[in-house]
């Protein structure tokens, strides 16, 4: 199971240059030609009840990611639901203040020491959930290219459905990889126990990762976990049309479910603290594919941006403090994750 647990890492500053190198380029082309008081009289005007059913939806998303983890890892432990919601939202926090997304490590060191799981398993649960939600993007992605009436004259609609012929592509091969590994095991092992980490060497890594791997994909409760994840992109959809009502964009549905996946995508990069720069770059590239004037599209994506991030700060730091970690320890788990 080690195999899942991180080494040491290495101090070097390159992903973080390239972090915010990037955000700074993205936030350069969103704001130019930027109109700031056309923006602002939009804002003003926004809908505030619509802002605060797009809140609530995106919060629920996450109340849903804690319910798939919970049931990812019952093959392991009871893991109490209030403890995941904590640890997912203290996570949240760590992503919106630190760089380069290490909220994923520190959600996974939350759970595994309130509730008696090894991290080598919370982490690869983790790397299971990333699995599942591109496997569910890829396939919207998909339906997405098939059903949205695209207005920019057939030329971003064949961009979209090449890209989205090329996830489809990229996931149905790895899918099968996991699929065959997961086979493989099971024929391998069949009635013996399956190996421990006590084995030793990477092939004993190797075979741990495997047979936990194996056991939250064989697990009752792993198709119940599968459906809890279409609720963590539907809610973030939700919040998305909620946003885009209370900003008077009139667009379909299926716009907001396009703009959700680009940003998705986009933010998988390496970012800066909260993913600031490139949610925004993200946002109106997705919407531009349905000709949104690009200073609607940046006050919008502004907006929605501030709009939905507050939330998760306010409730990130409230699971932090409950957690018992404070902003120096948490800073000091996510640097160096073999500090005792």
Request: net charge positive.
């Amino acid at each position: 199971m080690t195999l899942f647990e991180p080494d040491r890492p290495h101090r070097s500053t390159v992903p973080r240059l390239l972090g915010y190198g990037l955000s700074i380029i993205f936030l350069v082309w969103v704001l130019r030609d930027f109109h700031v008081v056309r923006a602002l009289r939009d804002m003003a005007n926004a809908n505030w009840k619509w802002v605060l059913v797009g809140m609530s939806c995106d919060v629920m998303s996450y109340v849903f990611q804690s319910l798939r983890w919970k049931l990812l890892l019952s093959p392991f432990g009871k893991v109490r639901i209030t403890k995941a919601i904590r640890a997912v939202f203290s996570g949240l926090f760590a992503n919106l203040v630190l760089p380069l997304r290490p909220g994923e490590f520190l959600r996974g060191y939350i759970l595994s020491g309130s509730e008696d799981i090894k991290l080598g398993l919370t982490l690869g649960s983790i790397g299971v959930e990333r699995l599942v939600d591109l496997v569910i993007a890829t396939a919207s992605l998909g339906v997405a290219s098939l059903l949205v009436d695209f207005p920019a004259a057939g030329v971003a609609g064949a961009r979209f459905r090449r890209v989205a012929d090329i996830l489809g592509i990229g996931v149905l091969v790895l899918v099968t990889i996991i699929v065959a590994l997961i086979l493989y095991l099971e024929i391998k092992l069949g009635s013996n126990e399956p190996p421990s980490e006590e084995d030793g060497g990477l092939k004993g890594k190797l075979m741990g990762a495997l047979s936990a791997l194996h056991a939250m994909g064989t697990a009752p409760s792993f198709y119940p976990a599968v459906l809890f994840s279409l609720g963590v992109p539907g809610f973030q959809i939700l919040a998305m049309w909620a946003m885009m009502k209370s900003y008077s964009l009139q667009l379909p549905f299926l716009v907001a479910v396009v703009v959700v996946l680009v940003i998705n995508l986009g933010i998988s990069l390496p970012n800066a603290p909260a993913n600031v720069g490139s949610y925004q770059f993200f946002c109106v590239l997705g919407l531009s594919v349905f000709q949104v004037e690009k200073t609607t599209a940046t006050g919008f994506s502004i907006f929605a941006f501030i709009a939905l991030t507050l939330p998760l700060l306010f409730l990130g730091m409230a699971a932090l403090v409950r957690s018992g970690l404070s902003l120096r320890t948490m800073r000091e788990r996510v640097s160096d994750p073999n500090k005792a």
